[in-house]
């Protein structure tokens, strides 16, 4: 019995992932799924080489690091701290000063420059920092993007991780309106429509 019930759930979960449909009933975009796969431990060997961790592992030590393979960039990153600011970072401010800081420094690393990014959060918890960026092109946030930093009161960088993208080329004016974007996305189910809703904010993401 216990057989044929791992067969009928194996079998269940095969036809999920056939109709895109995540073991947890989510859908994710292509992007999500990429980044979701099992790393290729060739490619992960292959970003570790690279110059610019090199370099930030040759100064800062024996970091850790799981490369986000789509972007080439630090998904997450952690290891021995060390120090981003010489005082201590008592407010949100000064913590935007340090975060844009080491992302200045290591932009080649992380694969964004800070003019391309917005300040999402800078959370003090327990005296960690929790400091979150989204990257933006021509005054739209890029959907999926982020740079995580993870920083101690005192200053300290424990964690890092950025997913960001180039060579972004989109219109700068939508193709759709946002009430025909709600209409597309209800298009094609076999519930009855009055059975489902969508809502659009109007915010233009790429």
Same mark, same amino acid.
């Given at each position: 019995?216990?057989?044929?019930?791992?067969?009928?759930?194996?079998?269940?979960?095969?036809? !999920?992932?056939?109709?895109?449909?995540?073991?947890?009933?989510?859908?994710? &975009?292509?992007?999500?799924?990429?980044?979701?796969?099992?790393?290729?431990?060739?490619?992960?060997?292959?970003?570790?080489?690279?110059?610019?961790?090199?370099?930030?592992?040759?100064?800062?030590?024996?970091?850790?690091?799981?490369?986000?393979?789509?972007?080439?960039?630090?998904?997450?990153?952690?290891?021995?701290?060390?120090? &981003?600011?010489?005082?201590?970072?008592?407010?949100?401010? &000064?913590?935007?000063?340090?975060?844009?800081?080491?992302?200045?420094?290591?932009?080649?690393?992380?694969?964004?420059?800070?003019?391309?990014?917005?300040?999402?959060?800078?959370?003090?918890?327990?005296?960690?920092?929790?400091?979150?960026?989204?990257?933006?092109?021509?005054?739209?946030?890029?959907?999926?993007?982020?740079?995580?930093?993870?920083?101690?009161?005192?200053?300290?960088?424990? !964690?890092?991780?950025?997913?960001?993208?180039?060579?972004?080329?989109?219109?700068?004016?939508?193709?759709?309106?946002?009430?025909?974007?709600?209409?597309?996305?209800?298009?094609?189910?076999?519930?009855?429509?009055?059975?489902?809703?969508?809502?659009?904010?109007?915010? &233009?993401?790429?």
């Amino acid at each position: 019995m216990a057989v044929c019930a791992t067969a009928l759930c194996v079998s269940a979960m095969r036809n !999920a992932v056939a109709r895109g449909v995540e073991e947890d009933g989510s859908v994710l &975009l292509p992007v999500q799924k990429q980044v979701r796969m099992l790393p290729d431990p060739r490619r992960q060997a292959e970003l570790s080489r690279s110059g610019p961790w090199q370099a930030f592992t040759s100064r800062h030590g024996a970091w850790t690091v799981l490369w986000n393979e789509a972007t080439g960039t630090p998904h997450r990153a952690f290891g021995p701290s060390f120090s &981003l600011s010489a005082r201590p970072l008592s407010t949100p401010g &000064l913590v935007r000063e340090a975060s844009l800081a080491f992302i200045r420094e290591y932009a080649d690393l992380l694969g964004i420059q800070p003019a391309g990014l917005r300040l999402v959060r800078a959370t003090l918890v327990r005296g960690v920092w929790y400091v979150s960026y989204v990257q933006t092109d021509g005054g739209r946030d890029v959907l999926l993007s982020e740079v995580e930093l993870r920083l101690s009161s005192d200053g300290k960088l424990m !964690a890092f991780g950025s997913d960001c993208y180039t060579g972004i080329a989109v219109p700068a004016s939508p193709s759709v309106s946002p009430a025909a974007a709600e209409r597309a996305a209800t298009a094609g189910f076999t519930v009855p429509v009055n059975a489902l809703s969508a809502r659009s904010d109007g915010k &233009l993401q790429i």
